[in-house]
């Protein structure tokens, strides 16, 4: 039993999680593309390219990672008023 436990916490440690960006009516594709160079590291063309799935598509992925990896990014965004979050 105590093995699984171990286990399954290594499981959820090694796991990729996706930080996901919504579309929202309030910010520009400036702010948001400048928000993703900052906060993401995107290069400008992948910031560019970002910001138009998540205009057209309604949500784009833009950083795969650990969780603890992505929780500052996630706050980061959100502190920049976008809308984001951590998905499995």
Do not use: W
Not at 46 to 60: F, I
């Amino acid at each position: 039993m105590k093995t699984q436990k171990v286990l399954e916490e290594k499981t959820r440690k090694n796991k990729v999680y996706t930080l996901m960006l919504y579309n929202d009516e309030v910010n520009t594709f400036e702010h948001v593309i400048d928000c993703l160079i900052k906060v993401c590291g995107h290069s400008k063309e992948q910031a560019e390219q970002c910001t138009y799935l998540v205009h057209y598509k309604g949500k784009c992925d833009v950083k795969r990672g650990g969780l603890k990896e992505l929780t500052p990014f996630l706050a980061s965004l959100g502190d920049k008023g976008l809308t984001a979050d951590i998905k499995e």
